[in-house]
């Protein structure tokens, strides 16, 4: 999170905390049976066998960073997705993944997210759910709106007491697409009237309102 402009102001530090990243998170993810197959740029893409394994290298990865000594960049804050669906090796590109749906979709989750979060996708959730220690949960997210993705993306965050826990909201969409014209004023006024509604509305089921045009 941030590394463009960690990049232009200290770039000589940067390659020492970029070098120092790299080691923490090759560790944590062959540490647990991971492999890493590419990274781009300042980005990680390793592959599991298992999502738990995934999970657990994940919470190793942010426990490095956040007990590593930094230089003057200060500690580097790392956004991860996890996602689960096919994948096809290219062994054409030093058995690399093709790039696919399952690829995107990861990528897509991991930069909604913000430095230090963990955010999982429906089946990776779906598949990790009972092998969590009892230390780590998932917390509900709900449905969001993935930039270039049609559907909605049910997103979860890992949750763990020695881990930050507080983000701010998902950079996501706060509505799907649509052909409707833009909106260009809010409903102005009727205070009175709208907090009446809503009081009546707890103790029927049908209001109708009538009103004069304009």
């Not at 969001?144 to 049609?150: D, E, P, R």
């Amino acid at each position: 999170e941030g590394s463009t402009q960690l990049w232009e102001q200290m770039p000589e530090a940067m390659r020492a905390s970029v070098a120092q990243h790299r080691t923490i998170l090759r560790q944590s993810v062959e540490t647990y049976g991971g492999q890493v197959f590419q990274i781009l740029g300042d980005s990680f893409q390793a592959a599991f066998r298992l999502v738990s394994e995934g999970v657990c290298a994940a919470l190793a990865a942010q426990r490095g960073l956040r007990d590593a000594q930094w230089g003057s960049t200060g500690p580097l804050k790392v956004r991860m997705g996890l996602h689960a669906g096919p994948s096809v090796l290219d062994e054409g590109s030093n058995m690399s993944y093709q790039a696919g749906y399952t690829l995107n979709r990861a990528a897509h989750i991991m930069s909604t997210g913000h430095g230090g979060q963990i955010l999982l996708s429906q089946e990776a959730a779906n598949l990790v759910e009972r092998e969590l220690p009892e230390w780590v949960e998932l917390l509900d997210l709900g449905h969001h709106q993935l930039k270039g993705m049609q559907r909605l993306e049910h997103l979860y965050q890992l949750i763990t007491a020695d881990l930050p826990q507080n983000f701010q909201p998902l950079a996501t969409r706060e509505s799907p697409p649509h052909n409707l014209p833009t909106q260009l004023s809010s409903f102005i006024g009727r205070e009175k009237e709208i907090a009446r509604v809503k009081e009546v509305l707890n103790s029927t089921r049908l209001i109708t309102l009538t009103v004069s045009g304009g």
